[in-house]
């Protein structure tokens, strides 16, 4: 048996059918058309979301000929997951969509994945990029785990819906983006230290990806279909490179594993992508890299670049830092060993994270 890498078997899931721009929620029955789904659909919404699309994409299914049912979602929880699986196999239902934000994105991708139809994937919100990749975030019991699950069959994002979502959910998906600038520094380290497997190609894509969307941060505007066009593809962009990598490397290092910590210790945690974009600038301040320009980026986007504009107190922020190693222990990143809390202090006073 041959060691030569190029020998090893690779197996790359990506969504067929990305369909993005104004009105494009009125596509959906002819993705299904497209993709031969043709009858006994399961949609998976949340209680706002609904309202938003849910209800128009089970009406434009219906008007088409489809059995669909519905099914509104409040947790991405194991308990949910389970709720979606049996009403979908009482139902017999051919494949789930899932509509509304990242947790209902999530219940449906898993829910679809372990009885094994086919999911459709319609964001109303580009808040991260879950929306597009093969992992779903699953709360069980007082735990989240980021469980691999099949990538959607296809990605329907509407840029008028998503430009009328708060603005908050945008700046928060170009956080998930930019801190692919620190993924990608701790999976090169990584690789130095550890010999982890690295994709040239994921790595190249998602750097390029975070760094057009810093190199345009002063377009991305409130209510602008522009802005959320620009979002939406970098989120693909992301969500593809995890697929070439088979891992969710390229677009998660030591700044997500920040940001899971502080969805651990602080009682009202931020949005992910917002938690994600402050774990960026103190990483990058780690790796000796410019910290600086992150920040900057993230500030004209009107992202959350401090503490108090995460809504978390200091000593939370402290808390997690020196946590964060633990989060993941078999991927290496510049936390190495783990930070101690005089040092955690440095970084997140000298970032201007805390003053
Ligand atoms: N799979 C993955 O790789 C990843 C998954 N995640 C997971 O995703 C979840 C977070 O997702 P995120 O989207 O940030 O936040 P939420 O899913 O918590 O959604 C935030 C809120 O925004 C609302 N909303 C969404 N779209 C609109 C809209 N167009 N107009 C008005 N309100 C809207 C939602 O309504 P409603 O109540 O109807 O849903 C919800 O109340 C977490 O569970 C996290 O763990 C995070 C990162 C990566
Ligand atoms: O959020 C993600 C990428 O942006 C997924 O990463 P995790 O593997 O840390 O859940
Ligand atoms: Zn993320």
Redesign the pocket.
Known sequence: MTQDMNAQKKWMQLPRDVVVGHGVIDDVKNVCADLKLADNALIV??????K?AGDIVHDSLTDSGQRVEMIVS?A?SMKEVDRVRKQALESGVEYLLGV?????I?VAKLAATEIEVPFISVP??A????IV?S???IKNGNK?A?IQANAPMAVIADTD??A???YR?LA?GCG?IISNCTAVLDWQLATRLQNVPFSEYAAALSSMTAQILIDSADTIKPELESSVRMVVKALVSSGVAMSIAGSSRPASGSEHMFSHALDKVAPVPA???EQCGVGTILMMYLHGGDWKSIRDALQAINAPVTAEELGIEDKYILEALVLSHTIRPERYTILGTGLTPDAAEIVARKTKVIS
Do not use: M, N, Q
Not at 127 to 130: I, K, Q, T, V, W
């Open positions: 919404t949340g209680k706002s979301t609904r938003i409040e991405a509304g934000s990242g947790k209902s999530d109303t919100a808040s991260h990029d879950g990749s992992r779903a975030s989240t980021s819906i998503i009328e979502a708060p959910l928060s998930d949005l992910h992508g």
